[in-house]
Nanobody, 123 residues
C-alpha cells in the first residue's frame, strides 16, 4: 500500500490545519493508522493513532485535547485535525499503516509509511 500525506503548511500559533492520509494500491480499511512527527534534530514521535473501525483512538499527551484523528473508510483516508497549534508542533508529519487492526503508539507496529508533509507554526 502507498500512503500519501497532505495538508501541511505554514500557520500562525493558535491556528488550525487538517492533514490527510490517502491510501492507494490497496485499502487500509482493515488496519490501524497512525500519525507521527519528526522535528529537526529529534526522533520521530507518535502523535495519534486510530483502530481499523475508528473505535479506538490514541493521542500523545502533548496533543491530547487539541488534535483529532478520524477516518473515512469509503474514501480510504485518515485525517488529523490540528487545532490550537503551537510553535512546538512544527515538524514533518508522517502517516503510517499498522501491521494489524489496532491503534498503536509504537513505531514498530507500523509497516507502511507515507512521505511526510511539513507543518510549520509561527509564533
Amino acid at each position: 500500500v502507498q500512503l500519501q500525506a497532505s495538508g501541511g503548511g505554514l500557520v500562525q500559533a493558535g491556528g488550525s490545519l487538517r492533514l490527510s492520509c490517502a491510501a492507494s494500491g490497496r485499502t487500509f480499511s482493515n488496519n490501524g493508522v497512525g500519525w507521527f512527527r519528526q522535528a529537526p534534530g529529534k526522533e520521530r514521535e507518535f502523535v495519534a493513532g486510530i483502530s481499523w473501525n475508528g473505535g479506538i483512538k490514541l493521542y500523545s499527551d502533548s496533543v491530547k485535547g487539541r488534535f483529532t484523528i478520524s477516518r473515512d473508510i469509503a474514501k480510504n483516508t485518515v485525517y488529523l485535525l490540528m487545532n490550537s497549534l503551537r510553535p512546538e508542533d512544527t515538524a514533518v508529519y508522517y502517516c503510517a499503516s499498522a501491521r494489524s487492526s489496532v491503534a498503536s503508539s509504537s513505531r514498530s507496529s507500523y509497516g507502511y509509511w507515507g512521505q511526510g508533509t511539513q507543518v510549520t507554526v509561527s509564533s
